[in-house]
């Protein structure tokens, strides 16, 4: 009988295991996005619609990012946005489990981690504080205020934090309209995750930064930072400080954090920035290993995911296309136009048994493509369009997120219309996209010429 | 044949993708992406029309259209186009009061036009806007024989028919390719305009003297249509827009070549017909300071006036104010001087 019980609450643990290691902004330093459940339940649609007066303005909400866990055997995510509030959502009971209010706009992912046996969330808001919270109840386990309070002090910019190595890093950058221009100052924050203990800061700019991103190469380990004026900074965290490895100029200004391959000797590490450049570096030494360029902006992160061996970048640009590009030497495997700026980093995930990458658009669509041909294999409507409220490179975009499950495979995506979506990818969803069927393309067409026959007896009548 | 359009679709979104000559604000907003340069240099543009002498004025016209062309085409980001400006303007007095900046850089252009029309006439349309001098000169190559046409009063012809089916079948075929290999949404609607345009064509290749008048109020309706996609914050996408966004647009592509195509069977094909600007354009020329006035005493019916119109806006001297792009070649033209330009700074409003 005992031996039973102990074996039925082993497997129990093994079949509910909390996986929370969520430690980048974007999941991993490959910024795949995807999070696997390997027991999956059902995943439902659900348009979880967060009613609030906090704007970034007025129609239209910003979320950042979401990060994923799993608690107890069910995934969990975790999303933060202009409206101050982080929101911890039961994706398969499609229920809000705690929100917790900061005193400023998230405009960062979360980061998830297990300490001492708990899960928690990591995130930075920009009233200047790092918040650990108990990721099932929301508890507050502690926060740091990471730049003191100033009558002078204005926008605040703070990063998703990263957990590697032991250590929680988060960056950041305050305005202080006390100082002039060239005395701004912005920095990397190294805490202990445990309690929030500062041990280190680092001055690394002095303007907006990316995510730090962390990351091994050589047998040693790193992290990454690109400052937003397009400086990259690679650090050794090898020691008891982070020491500057190397650092390299992008040509222009960035917007979204470097991505890096991972399981190879020698990884690159892809960063795009304004005018289309797409730039991949040795990840050790900061050498440039390739460069392509396409016809507008990058302004958010790239994906590295694994293709059939083949480690591939997938990056979106604001020339409306998805890239796809081999890792090893930049040679373009697909380019996929779709109807919009493509404003999202890509995530790349297994959909039933097939690679693919998911975009969101300006064209109010998030795309599931083929990453082996680019072909787009549906699109769903997420909302009212955006496209006349925002400005390129005004702001980091939020980015769809994919829980990987076999069947019941679901993106999770925060609109601008303030809903957040979880759409099964792989199952029926309301909000599949018609437009691009070629049948309703042609009645379309067919409509508009009868319109316009119908037209003509009108126009003649009244001349 | 798939191959081939193939082909020529990768040769265009290499062509066409990357074509501006300014990657950075030359006279940037501190904060912005907004290029006051741009603003300031279509003002002058708009204010030019009224200050180039009279001796060597077309020639002034060609200049200004060229500069025009570079400007919104190779240095402009933002889409100016004939239906982004509507567009960009509505955004431009949502964002009053919000974004100043942004709102003065969205409502500078469409306001310095319709204000610089208001003053000296709609010149725009004759000596600025590039989806018009596009189509003047790309129908310079089928000048003489619309001339011809058009002095016989236009008259059903075989050649302009089989032109107009030729036009047509390129419509088709290209969109049987996109519809294949690009996803369409409702922004893309410049499909249904380029549509539209070969359906116009088709029937005043086949009754010019007929649905030639009538035709022209489809203006309005297209005028009205663009204004309720942007103010329900659809992108509709029109010909030219590819030239703004820095990006290969395949449906801003196709309704290009299909106002390029259109325009030499029918001149001026997009203006007189489908403009949604013209519309707001020629309401606020109706209200000019200036106007041309024909002599009645020297005019001496001659028809020459009529015949240099790209846009039939002149009937023996007459012009009709709704039409007229006030290029001023009818002015040019005039053996007599019987047409001459004046300012009425007591001109009641129409």
């Known amino acids: ?90 994706l398969s009971t499609k229920r809000v489990l705690w929100r917790h209010m900061s005193n400023a706009g998230i405009s960062a992912a979360p980061v998830t981690g297990e300490f001492q046996g708990r899960c928690i969330v990591f995130i930075a808001s920009n009233d200047r504080t790092l918040y650990a919270l108990d990721a099932r109840t929301g508890t507050v386990l502690w926060t740091r205020e990471l730049a003191p309070a100033s009558p002078s002090l204005g926008d605040a910019d703070f990063t998703s934090p990263l957990l590697f190595g032991g250590r929680l890093y988060v960056a950041g950058f305050v305005y202080d309209r006390a100082l002039a221009r060239s005395q701004q100052r912005a920095w990397l924050y190294v805490l202990d995750p ?20 962390g990351y091994t190469a050589g047998g040693k380990t790193y992290i990454a930072i690109a400052a937003r004026k397009g400086l990259l900074q690679s650090f050794a ?59 507008n902006w990058f302004d958010n ?121 979880l759409l099964p990818l792989a199952a029926p969803c309301s909000l599949q996209a018609r437009a691009r069927s070629v049948r309703g393309l042609w009645i379309s067409l067919g409509v508009v010429a009868l319109a316009f026959g119908l037209t003509l007896p009108v126009l003649t009548r009244r001349t | 044949m798939n191959d081939i359009l193939s082909a020529a679709e990768t040769w265009l979104s290499g062509a066409f993708g990357n074509i501006k000559l300014v990657e950075k604000a030359m006279m940037g907003l501190e904060g912005s992406y907004v290029e006051l340069l741009t603003i300031l240099s279509l003002g002058l543009l708009a204010v030019l029309p009224a200050i180039v002498p009279a001796q060597r004025r077309q020639r ?7 500069f025009g062309i570079i400007i919104f085409i190779y240095v402009v980001f933002t889409c100016l186009g004939v239906f982004g400006m509507i567009r960009n303007f509505q955004r431009g007095l949502s964002e009053i009061g919000r974004e ?25 349309c004759g000596w600025i806007c590039p989806t018009g001098a596009l189509q003047e000169w790309i129908g310079l190559l089928t000048g003489r024989w619309n001339r011809k046409r058009k002095a016989a009063g236009y008259p059903f012809s075989r050649a302009a028919f089989a032109a107009a089916l ?38 005043l290749v086949w009754n010019m003297r007929r649905w030639d008048r009538p035709l022209r109020r489809l203006r309005l309706l297209s005028f009205i249509l663009v204004a309720a996609a942007s103010a329900l914050s659809l992108r509709v996408t029109s010909p030219v827009h590819l030239g703004f966004a820095k990006v290969y647009d395949p449906a801003s592509l196709l309704s290009t070549v299909m106002v390029i195509l259109a325009t030499l069977v029918i001149p001026r094909v997009w203006c007189r017909y489908l403009c949604p600007w013209r519309s707001a354009i020629a309401w606020a020329g109706r209200h000019s300071v200036r106007a041309i006035v024909l002599d009645s005493a020297a005019c001496t019916r001659c028809g020459i006036c009529d015949g240099v119109c790209d846009v039939d806006a002149v009937t023996k001297g007459v012009i009709d104010s709704k039409e007229c792009h006030f290029c001023m070649k009818c002015v040019d033209a005039c053996p007599h001087r019987a047409l001459s330009i004046q300012d009425d700074w007591r001109r009641p409003c129409a």
């Not at chain 2, 100043?100 to 725009?124: D, E, H, K, R």
Request: charged residues 15%.
């Open chain 1, 301 to 421: 992160s790239a994906c590295i995911g694994q293709l059939d061996g083949t480690n591939v970048v997938f990056a979106g640009s604001h020339d409306y296309a998805v890239y796809a590009l081999r890792a090893a030497d930049g040679s373009l495997l697909w380019r996929q136009p779709l109807g919009g700026e493509v404003h999202s980093a890509p995530a790349f995930f297994d959909l039933n048994g097939t690679p693919a990458v998911l975009v969101a658009a300006l064209d109010n669509h998030l795309h599931t493509l083929d990453a082996r041909t680019g072909r787009v294999l549906t699109s769903y409507f997420t909302g009212r369009p955006v496209w006349d409220k925002i400005n390129k490179g005004e702001n980091r975009w939020g980015s769809p997120v994919v829980i990987e499950a076999g069947p019941s495979t679901a993106a999770l995506y925060g609109s601008f219309n303030a809903t957040v979506y």
């Open chain 2, 100 to 124: 100043n900046i942004v709102a003065l850089y969205y409502c500078s252009v469409p306001a310095t036009i319709l204000v610089t029309s208001m003053l000296f006439g709609p010149a725009f």
């Open chain 1, 194 to 213: 445990a309690d929030g203990r500062l041990l280190q800061r680092l001055e690394i700019g002095n303007g907006f930064v990316s995510e730090p991103v």
């Open chain 2, 166 to 203: 030729g036009v047509a079948a390129i419509f088709l075929l290209w969109m049987m390719h996109l519809s294949r290999t690009r996803m369409f949404f409702v922004e893309d609607a410049s499909i249904y305009w380029s549509e539209v345009l070969v359906l116009i064509v088709l029937l």
């Open chain 1, 237 to 295: 965290v090898d020691g008891d400080t982070p020491q500057r490895a190397w650092t390299f100029q992008m040509p222009h200004e960035v917007l979204g954090a470097p991505a890096v391959e991972t399981g190879v000797p020698e990884p690159v590490l892809v960063l795009g920035s304004k005018y289309g450049n797409l730039i991949a570096l040795d990840a050790a030494t900061g050498r440039e290993r390739w460069k392509r360029m396409a016809g």
């Open chain 1, 1 to 90: 009988m005992r031996l039973t019980l102990f074996t039925t609450g082993v497997l129990l643990t093994a079949v509910l295991r909390t996986q929370a290691d969520w430690s980048a902004s974007r999941g991993s330093a490959q910024g795949t996005a995807a999070l696997r459940w390997e027991n999956p339940g059902a995943l439902e649609e659900w348009h979880y619609a967060w009613k609030t007066q906090v704007r970034y303005k007025p129609g239209l909400a910003v979320w950042a990012s979401p990060a994923l866990a799993l608690l107890d055997g069910r995934p969990v995510a975790f999303i933060g946005g202009f409206d101050q509030t982080l929101h911890a959502l039961d």
């Open chain 2, 60 to 66: 002034w016209r060609h200049l200004n259209q060229a």
